[in-house]
């Protein structure tokens, strides 16, 4: 069963999209819908959101307040977390489970729907994934047209997730619904037409390599039964009538044309030895083919998603600050996909999302005069800033590697009270991927981690002072 994952930021159409997925009789697992049911009267997770929120942001039916708790993570980016965190064992329980069961009806395709499925990581559990893309304008006003937000509560929504761009360049396959509805059901019934047909030629193709088997295998086992008696014909004067050409002495026909048994034997033996290996050898050869062609492909997949700009800039403050190049590119991949511009909804700004009062703070740490926070537009002056809190990050934290990451998601603090807790630091002093609290930040560390190994390998030789590969190796 191939899964499908179609995502899209609020307010894109992914819905619309499902819709018609459903109509055409195809499974659709619902995020939002679970999520839903979760927080639902006496659902699974409302006691957890009792505890971490108190009992205002439950109803008095025992239902989570949704108005309520949208306010709220919607303009506060640590309760986010918070609401993020508690549902996140329960969300993910609940969509395995919902997988599960669509795979054990038999079906060849199941669709999750779900909005956060890169930002919860619900991306590795996909074969393929369709995101359904708008422009950021026309998703403003689609939003506040639905749902009658004000500009401002619509852009608070819509900077709480990765943008639609991002998206569009991670995902396999970008259903643009910027045109009319009839359009972008047509796409979808195309892409689905296309997944059939890979599905109906997967099911011949092994029904056929199936049926090869046997002939081949036959050739090596039954031919040589039938050859030697004919080469062998003991009797040519009895038996069977045969033309006069046929008569001759028995010493003549001997000597023309009947061979030993061992020979006849170790010739047959021989052909099928040879036929076999010769078989093999095709078919590994075109297992190679297919194999270059596959790391072709994988490989021009990874150029696309990891562009390296401003690498110049890059190098120039890893050597300043004596911090991985390789880091520095994955923070910034991971922070704005090299968008030099781009705010959050809490006004970080730029390539490696800096605050303004930590912005400020570094300015005054690497003495620069007439510091303004508009500064942190441009390329090389954020790489700079975001590489010195690298290496200040690496002198707080003994240079492990994914303290600091961590603490660059989710601040000093958060990382501290990490490392004094033996649930997550065995010794104090260090992290380990696996004893994360599962969250966000173990996201956001697992991917510059992978992203780490990607631009290591693809773009920067290096020994590395900060160097995450030993945490890699647990990421996901
Ligand atoms: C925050 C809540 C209460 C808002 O409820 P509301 O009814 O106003 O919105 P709804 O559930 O229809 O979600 C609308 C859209 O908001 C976005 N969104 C939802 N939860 C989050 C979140 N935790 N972070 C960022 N965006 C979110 C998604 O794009 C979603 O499609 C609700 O979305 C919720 O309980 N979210 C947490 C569960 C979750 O992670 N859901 C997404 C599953 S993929
Ligand atoms: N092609 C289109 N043209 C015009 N309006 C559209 C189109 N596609 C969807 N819409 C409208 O845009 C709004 C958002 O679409 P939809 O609800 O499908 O998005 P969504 O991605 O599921 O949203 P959410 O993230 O909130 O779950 C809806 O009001 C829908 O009717």
Request: net charge neutral; proline share 6%; aromatic share 8%.
């Amino acid at each position: 069963m191939r899964v499908i994952g179609i995502t899209g930021s609020i307010a894109c159409g992914k819905t619309t999209v499902s819709r018609e997925l459903i109509r055409q009789g195809f499974p659709v697992i619902d995020g939002d819908k679970i999520a839903r049911e979760l927080t639902s009267s006496r659902g699974p997770a409302v006691e957890s959101i009792r505890s971490a929120f108190g009992d205002s942001y439950i109803n008095p039916d025992g239902s989570m307040n949704r108005r309520l708790m949208g306010q709220l993570v919607f303009s506060d980016p640590g309760a986010r977390e918070r609401l993020d965190q508690v549902m996140a064992p329960f969300l993910h329980h609940s969509v395995m489970q919902k997988i599960e069961d669509v795979r054990a009806s038999g079906s060849p395709l199941c669709f999750l729907d779900m909005p956060l499925l890169y930002e919860k990581g619900y991306d590795r559990y996909c074969d393929t994934v369709w995101c359904v893309w708008l422009p950021e304008e026309m998703q403003l006003q689609r939003l506040m047209k639905r749902d009658g937000f004000t500009r401002g509560e619509a852009l608070s929504r819509m900077r709480a997730v990765m943008s639609s761009d991002r998206k569009a360049d991670l995902a396999q396959v970008v259903i643009d619904n910027s045109g009319s509805v009839e359009d972008t059901l047509s796409r979808v019934s195309e892409l689905l037409e296309t997944e059939m047909n890979r599905t109906r030629t997967t099911a011949r193709r092994r029904r056929t390599s199936a049926e090869n088997i046997a002939p081949v295998n036959a050739a090596a086992v039954r031919r040589p039964d039938p050859v030697p008696s004919r080469l062998s014909v003991p009797d040519l004067s009895g038996g069977v009538e045969r033309p006069d050409s046929f008569r001759r002495k028995p010493a003549e026909r001997k000597a023309s044309w009947v061979l030993p048994r061992w020979l006849t034997a170790a010739l047959i033996a021989l052909a099928a030895v040879l036929l076999v290996s010769f078989t093999s050898q095709l078919l590994m050869n075109s297992y190679l083919v297919r194999q270059k062609e596959k790391h072709i492909e994988e490989q021009q997949a990874i150029d696309r998603k990891y562009p390296i700009m401003y690498k110049d800039s890059i190098l120039a403050s890893a050597s300043e600050f004596n911090v991985s190049p390789s880091l520095i590119a994955a923070v910034i991949m991971n922070e704005s996909s090299f968008r030099p511009e781009v705010e959050s909804g809490v006004g970080a700004r730029g390539l490696m999302q800096l605050m303004p009062d930590t912005a400020e703070w570094i300015a005054h740490k690497l003495k620069i005069d007439h510091y303004s926070f508009e500064s942190m537009k441009k390329p090389e002056t954020n790489i700079r800033f975001g590489s010195w809190y690298l290496n200040y990050l690496g002198s707080l934290f003994n240079n492990d590697p994914l303290c600091v990451i961590c603490a660059y998601h989710a601040g000093q603090g958060e990382i501290n009270g990490w490392l004094a807790n033996p649930l997550y630091s065995q010794d104090g002093r260090t992290l380990e991927y696996d004893r994360l609290p599962e969250g966000p930040t173990k996201l956001y560390a697992g991917r510059v981690i992978r992203d780490y190994g990607i631009y290591k390998a693809k773009y920067f030789t290096e020994t590395d002072p900060v160097d995450p590969g030993s945490a890699a190796s647990a990421a996901p």
